[in-house]
DNA sequence: GGGATTGATAGACTCAGTCCAGAAAATGAT
DNA sequence: ATCATTTTCTGGACTGAGTCTATCAATCCC
């Protein structure tokens, strides 16, 4: 996943993790909203232009660790993982420590509908992931309103179990608990 | 709800429907990305800080109709009517020309993530809502997690027979009937 | 050395969204 | 009628995200 890169062209500089770096310090000193792309990357050593080498928005920032978790959970998935197997996997890969910025920047999440809304379309990511792995019925159609219930109620599920685990402080039960219980409540597929 | 005002000030200009005719045309003639807030606001014969005046942003032009629906959810569901019969008054109220623009924008919708989010944003006010207004069960916290995932699970069906319901076409049955569909699909509480 | 490829940079540009000071239009009181 | 008040409308300046383009730098392969 990193890089099985050898061939032609100027190898990258170590610039992503330095400007997530960088930018988890501001973040932390003047908040998301009052810090702009341009300090970031003077802080990072780069210029603002390679910023958008590596992320497509600021608020990329925020869910690189969820950002890492839908990955995963799309590998395994498409490596033909059954869909609650993954989705168990990929809970337990994700240790206490990963609280996205975005969370611990809640006071900004709490007012300003950007960061709501880029939030939201990792769960529209995870949604679709979901519709494309559940088993379809007999004669099920792709865009059969039974299996997009399903889907976005298993999202639903799967969301409110990393937001309640997040909720739980730092002394909380894994991720993977929540998830089970989440899913155990929703009966709906198998 | 309109306007039951007599005092003072200046009365407003028919702004705001002039604003919402000429956005319609224009993103029909040049597409949502392609028509700026400014031309907007010349068609509609106003100033630009005016449109601000009306809209918090550009895009919630785009869902008009989904937000008049939310406001009418939270509404009935504050005059204390229970949530499955508020949610079944609300569809039946919604007639079959009430597709939001975002929607007949769906070029732009799938390849923009600014689009999907802020629709998004309408999926979590009403998650939010229903979160609200579901009952607790004994015991329960406000942050409970069988609540949480009731009430996005929910959300997730409400949204599937939504979106079913759009992409039905312009011959599809009453929102209604996806909607009852829909949520025998989840039989997560009553 | 000479391409070819890829990454980094600078700079200009568009546009959404914020802010503010002031003009315009109404009301009610004196 | 005049005045103060309240609310809307307007113009203009400003910030900052995101796009684009041209150019330079670093590496590989021949």
Redesign the pocket.
């Given at each position: 996943m990193k890089s099985e890169r050898?061939?032609?062209?100027?190898?990258?500089?170590s610039?992503r993790d330095t400007i997530e770096e960088a930018a988890a310090e501001l973040f932390l000193e003047q908040s998301y909203h009052g810090?702009?792309?341009?300090e970031i990357t003077q802080r990072a050593?780069?210029?603002?232009?390679?910023f958008?080498?590596?992320f497509?928005?600021?608020?990329d920032l925020l869910w690189i660790d969820a950002d890492h978790a839908i990955e995963r959970l799309e590998e395994l998935v498409e490596s033909g993982k059954p869909l609650r197997a993954a989705l168990a996997s990929v809970a337990a890969e994700v240790g206490p420590e990963r609280v996205p910025l975005a969370v611990t920047q809640s006071d900004a999440m709490g007012t300003r509908d950007e960061l709501v809304a880029s939030g939201l379309v990792r769960v529209a990511r995870v949604a679709a992931l979901l519709r494309s792995a559940l088993p379809q019925e007999a004669g099920e159609g792709r865009h059969s309103l039974a299996l997009n219930v399903r889907a976005n109620s298993l999202a639903g599920a799967v969301v409110a179990a990393w937001g309640s685990w997040i909720m739980g402080g730092i002394d909380r039960a894994p991720l993977a608990d929540y998830l089970r219980d989440a899913l155990a409540l929703v009966q709906l597929e198998q």
């Amino acid at each position: 996943m990193k890089s099985e890169r050898m061939s032609a062209g100027r190898p990258r500089a170590s610039s992503r993790d330095t400007i997530e770096e960088a930018a988890a310090e501001l973040f932390l000193e003047q908040s998301y909203h009052g810090t702009t792309i341009e300090e970031i990357t003077q802080r990072a050593g780069v210029s603002r232009a390679t910023f958008f080498n590596y992320f497509g928005s600021k608020s990329d920032l925020l869910w690189i660790d969820a950002d890492h978790a839908i990955e995963r959970l799309e590998e395994l998935v498409e490596s033909g993982k059954p869909l609650r197997a993954a989705l168990a996997s990929v809970a337990a890969e994700v240790g206490p420590e990963r609280v996205p910025l975005a969370v611990t920047q809640s006071d900004a999440m709490g007012t300003r509908d950007e960061l709501v809304a880029s939030g939201l379309v990792r769960v529209a990511r995870v949604a679709a992931l979901l519709r494309s792995a559940l088993p379809q019925e007999a004669g099920e159609g792709r865009h059969s309103l039974a299996l997009n219930v399903r889907a976005n109620s298993l999202a639903g599920a799967v969301v409110a179990a990393w937001g309640s685990w997040i909720m739980g402080g730092i002394d909380r039960a894994p991720l993977a608990d929540y998830l089970r219980d989440a899913l155990a409540l929703v009966q709906l597929e198998q």
